[in-house]
């Protein structure tokens, strides 16, 4: 949704700017277990972990190509 991508976007900005370490962008990784935590993750240029954990399974959420799908964190 166009919220959750205005959080994520802030969420970013707000972690770049307070970090001590000159971290980068592109060194940023969202992880999440649903459709549109992917989804932001594309439209932001971030990297993405998509944990199947939430209502998707394993291979619906490796159908939306994060980077990196995991089935639990464990």
């Known amino acids: ?3 959750r991508l205005e959080m ?3 969420a970013v ?3 770049l700017a307070l ?3 000159g971290v980068k962008q592109e060194e940023v990784i969202l992880i ?3 459709a549109a935590d992917v989804q932001c993750a594309k439209t932001l240029n971030l990297r993405s972990i998509a944990v199947a954990t939430g209502t998707l399974s394993y ?3 490796a159908k939306l190509k994060p980077d990196l799908v995991l089935k639990n964190l464990a």
């Open 13 to 15: 900005e707000r972690g």
């Open 1 to 3: 949704s166009h919220e």
């Open 59 to 61: 291979d619906e959420l």
């Open 8 to 10: 994520t976007r802030r």
């Open 32 to 34: 999440g277990d649903a």
């Open 19 to 21: 970090a001590k370490n």
